[in-house]
């Protein structure tokens, strides 16, 4: 019977102030000349501090991971695993998809564990690049697979709402590692199946 093997991941963020950044919203919004005294914005400062307090939280979690008894050795691949994260350059929304996948070697990981991982580091300030790296670096120290690959499309409200205003435009990011990035046969499979044109 396999045992099941579970890894902590990084460290809790620090404590959120909720008060303080409640006063701080209701500044914030004053600043830019929008009256917080109204009866359907008297609490928004109070929303909107919950509402970044959420968005900057991952859920904590452990990365369980199993015996490859059976030595199984071709990709897995959790594909469209819904993402939101904040530019952090605007601090304005950006949604998409992960597609998360390795190549196993002595472990296995519980399935669940690929979008838990892609949520941990999409709950904090980001750029998508650093995104997707941190997602397959992250995988790659703790599971020792024979490769990681992370193929991250996502929107960027601070794209398509402000400045440029390229709406619907799409940001396509990848990291591939070890054998997905080595070898041209592994790296095509992976990109096939996430069906990404490259």
């Known amino acids: 019977m ?115 991982v892609t949520e941990h580091f999409a709950r904090r300030p980001q750029v998508q690049e650093r995104l997707t790296k941190q997602i397959a670096d992250w995988l790659d120290q703790r599971l020792s697979p024979k490769g990681v690959g992370v193929v991250i499309e996502a929107e960027h409200t601070c794209m398509t709402l402000r400045g440029v205003q390229a709406a619907g435009s799409t940001t396509v990011t990848s990291t591939l590692l070890g054998t997905l990035r080595s070898d041209a046969r592994s790296r095509q499979e992976f990109f096939a199946l996430t069906g990404v044109q490259r």
């Open 2 to 116: 396999s045992l099941n093997t579970a890894l902590p991941v990084v460290p809790a963020p620090a404590e959120i102030d909720l008060t303080a950044a409640e006063e701080a919203a209701g500044h914030f919004l004053r600043a830019l000349g929008v009256d917080t005294e109204g009866e359907s914005l008297r609490d928004t400062p109070r929303r909107m501090a919950k509402a970044y307090a959420d968005l900057f939280t991952p859920r904590p979690f452990d990365l369980t991971t199993f015996p490859n008894d059976e030595g199984y050795d071709e990709l897995v691949l959790a594909r469209s695993i819904p993402l939101r994260s904040v530019c952090e350059h605007h601090l304005l929304p950006f949604t998409g998809i992960a597609h998360v996948g390795y190549l196993p070697g002595e472990r296995i990981l519980g399935l669940s564990k690929l979008a838990r």
